[in-house]
């Protein structure tokens, strides 16, 4: 069979390939969401000390920071990948995540350290959400109403102003105060536990009201994955899509980076698991169950290393170690491409 | 019908496409020939708004190419280009039915159900509609393509260079496929190729291009002598009359 489908190109050859992966989306999407809901629970209520009315209202509030980000970088990665084409970049090319270190850099180092802290965070918060903001809607602006017009140029410039952010906030680092880089280093690391109720509020706000839209775009993203041509033959309008994902994209990446510092290599994580277990690509599925991937790594993550390791490293640093090996085994199989 | 008045493209300080005005009738396939660099795929991009022009204007069916919505313009209109490398993984009946995309916005309704399986069914691709787009041949991605662009239901069909990467006999299914377009289901075909021969048995007109201006159109009868096809490729080529049909001979 094989050798005569090889010298017969358009020979039918069903017999001899495998149908398709049997699981559906929806049976993934409904055991992520039990797992996903006996987690958070769990989280809530497993070992207890003391009184509930003082531990449940903390726990809670960091299981909410755990979904919201889970939300943002599930959501913005996917979007990213689906309008760049690509399953291995993630929005921290475009350099929003240096562009954090950079912010947080140089208010330590301009306004000290101590100065910083007692600004209160939801101030600090809304500096750099709007700085960020304004950062990528100047890329977007500048490369889409520009001359170039491409996406591999932004990411290229992404890329550059990646580096050229970290090599200012290096320098930054290098002319500080070793006390106050103390205080800079305690800022960068993803950390559920330091998260601020009025933040949280006001990131569940800008969350909520940009995954309304991406959930409107779902069906026009999926068209938008075929690629440009094909995509613009189908009468999407292309260039604005793509400048409304990209926006979405930034602000989610900068509300997640605001709230727990750079969790980036997670959103690879998960949009490669997700698209994995979705045996036909439809945004519809692919969101959901990427949302769900998340929180159940997030908060099952943090519970373990709260009960089992007794809280002896960040859950970041647990998360960027398992992505990348899940990652490498990705690559290794020759799926991604 | 399909009018280009006056269309420039220009990259840098090379004009791609230099003023090119011209009327195609509506019904039948038109071939667009010339030799490579000649600006026949950017003059298909831009009558399909992949591309935008730097000056003219172009209508298709009355409709402003550079200013009509893009959805009204996509229950008209569609194009294939010839590099269609999928990222994602797709059955083949959900890539054909991406084609009515344009008619429901993603919600599908019994309606484009048939119009799916018809345009699986005219492919002869029905067998294959739950395989994966990555696990066909290239002949048969080729068609899946075909088929999507057929569930649109668009008056006129482009296709950029359709033949690329097929052999003989896929070509030729591909061509006598497309004239079944043109005349069984009234659609009318635009495509770019590079074979004068395919060109010539296959097309009711054909528009010869060289050097970014169109310098010549007219049926097979009137393109397919050696000194016409001597003023566009500038090779000697005899041509000779093979059961009706005209045929270049420039091997040798």
Known sequence: ?337 | MISIDHVTKRYGATTVVDDVSCRLPGGGVTSIIGPNGAGKSTLLSMMSRLLLPDAGRIEVAGLDVGTTAGQKLARTLSILRQENQLTIRLSVRDLVGFGRFPHNNGRPTPEDRDHIERSLDYLDLTDLGDRFVDELSGGQRQRAFIAMVLAQDTDYILLDEPLNNLDMRHSVDMMRLLRGLADDLGKTVVLVIHDVNFASCYSDEILAMREGALIHQGTPEQIMTPEVLHDIYDVDIQVEQIRGNRIGVYFA
């Open chain 1, 1 to 337: 069979m094989r050798s005569r489908s090889s010298t017969l190109p358009m020979a039918l050859t069903q017999s001899v390939r495998k149908p398709v992966r049997s699981v559906p989306p929806s049976v993934w999407l409904v055991i992520l969401g039990v797992a996903a809901l006996a987690l958070i629970i769990a989280f809530m209520v497993v070992g207890i000390e003391g009184s509930p009315a003082y531990v449940l209202p903390r726990r809670l509030n960091r299981v909410g920071a755990m979904v919201l980000v889970a939300i943002a970088v599930a959501v913005s990665t996917i979007l990213f990948q689906t309008v760049t084409g690509n399953r291995i970049l993630t929005p921290s090319i475009m350099g929003l995540d240096a562009l954090y270190i950079l912010i947080q850099t140089a208010l330590v180092f301009l306004l000290g350290g101590q100065a910083l802290l007692s600004l209160g965070s939801p101030l600090r918060f809304v500096i750099e959400v709007a700085l960020m903001i304004g950062f990528s809607w100047l890329l977007y602006r500048w490369l889409f109403l520009g001359s170039g017009r491409s996406l591999h140029l932004l990411l290229l410039v992404g890329i550059v102003f990646g580096v050229f952010f970290r090599g200012v906030s290096t320098l930054l680092q290098r002319l500080m105060d070793p006390s106050e880089f103390i205080i800079l280093q305690g800022l960068f690391f993803a950390s559920f536990n330091r998260v601020d109720p009025t933040l949280l509020l006001l990131s569940a706000v800008v969350v909520a009201g940009l995954c309304i839209p991406a959930w409107r775009l779902r069906h026009r993203l999926d068209v938008l994955a075929l690629g440009r041509d094909s995509a613009v033959s189908l009468g999407i309008d292309y260039r604005r899509t793509v400048t409304l994902v990209l926006v979405i994209c930034s602000v989610l990446v900068a509300v997640s980076t605001a709230l727990v510092g750079p969790v980036t290599f997670f959103g690879l994580l998960v949009s490669a698991l997700a698209y994995q277990l979705c045996n036909r690509f439809h945004h519809a599925a692919v969101l959901p169950i990427a949302v769900l991937l998340g929180i159940v790594a997030l908060v099952g993550g943090q519970l373990v290393l709260e009960q089992v390791f007794e809280f002896d490293t960040a859950l970041s640093i647990v998360i960027e170690f398992v992505g990348g090996i899940v990652f490498l085994v990705l690559l290794l199989k020759g799926r991604v491409r």
